[in-house]
C-alpha cells in the first residue's frame, strides 16, 4: 500500500505580499512535501497586481508555473476559495498543517472569530481545532488594537504569529533574498528544512568563514 498523502495546505490572502507565498511554496516542493493551495478572490487581484498573471480556478496549473518559474508541480493540489466541500476543509482529510501567507488583518479576523466565511478561514479553523501547526505570516503595518487583540487570541489558540519581518543579518541585499528570508522563517516555524537563507552562527562563527 502506498504511503497516504499529507499535506501542508497553503492559504494565500488578499495582502501585499504574494512573492512571500511563491516562496515557501517553492521552499515546500524542493524539501519534497506534498501542497494544497487555497487562494482567496482578493489574493487573486493582488497577484495580477504584484506579478501581472492572472491567477484563475480553470488554468490554476499554467498560472501557478508562471507564478512560481516552475512546472514542477505534481506534489501541488489546488481548491478554489469558494469549495467549502473541499478535502481540507474536514478535520479527517490528511493534513500537516496549514500555512497562511500573506494573511491580511482580515483573515486574522475571520480565523481568530471562526468566521470561515471562505475555505481559507474554514481550513484555518479547523487546523486550529485539530490541533495542527497554524502559522500566519502578517503583512500589515502599523497594526490597530483590534488586530492585535485578534493577534494575541491566536497565539493563544496554538497558531504562530510571524509578521513578515525580513531580518538582515543572514546578508539579504536583494528583494529576492529579503523575501527568501521570510519564506524561511515560516518553513523554520514547522521544522521543514530548507536553504533559503544563510544562518547566524555567532560573532565567532562569522569569523571563522571569513579567516
Known amino acids: 500500500m502506498s504511503e497516504q498523502r499529507k499535506p501542508w495546505v497553503v492559504g494565500v490572502s488578499g495582502a501585499s505580499g504574494t512573492p512571500y507565498a511563491a516562496s515557501v511554496i517553492r521552499g515546500l516542493l524542493a524539501a519534497g512535501e506534498d501542497v494544497d493551495l487555497i487562494v482567496s478572490r482578493a489574493a487573486r487581484l493582488t497577484i495580477l497586481d504584484e506579478t501581472g498573471i492572472s491567477f484563475r480556478d480553470a488554468h490554476w496549473r499554467a498560472d501557478l508555473a508562471a507564478w512560481l518559474g516552475t512546472d514542477e508541480l505534481d506534489r501541488v ?3 478554489p476559495a469558494g469549495d467549502f466541500a473541499a478535502g481540507p476543509s474536514s478535520g479527517s482529510y490528511p493534513a500537516k498543517g496549514m500555512l497562511v501567507v500573506p494573511a491580511t488583518t482580515g483573515a ?9 466565511k471562505d475555505l481559507l478561514q474554514r481550513v484555518a479553523s479547523v487546523t486550529l481545532k485539530e490541533r495542527r501547526p497554524l502559522v500566519l505570516c502578517v503583512r500589515e503595518t502599523p497594526l490597530n488594537g483590534v488586530t492585535l487583540r485578534h493577534l494575541v487570541s491566536l497565539d493563544e489558540q496554538g497558531a504562530v504569529v510571524l509578521p513578515a519581518s525580513p531580518g538582515f543579518y543572514a546578508g539579504g541585499s536583494t528583494v529576492r533574498e529579503l523575501v527568501d528570508f521570510v519564506a524561511g522563517r515560516v518553513l523554520d516555524a514547522v521544522a521543514v528544512p530548507h536553504v533559503l537563507y544563510r544562518r547566524w552562527e555567532g560573532e565567532l562563527g562569522a569569523a571563522a568563514k571569513g579567516a
Open 77 to 79: 493540489r489546488y481548491w
Open 108 to 116: 486574522v479576523a475571520g480565523i481568530a472569530l471562526g468566521l470561515s
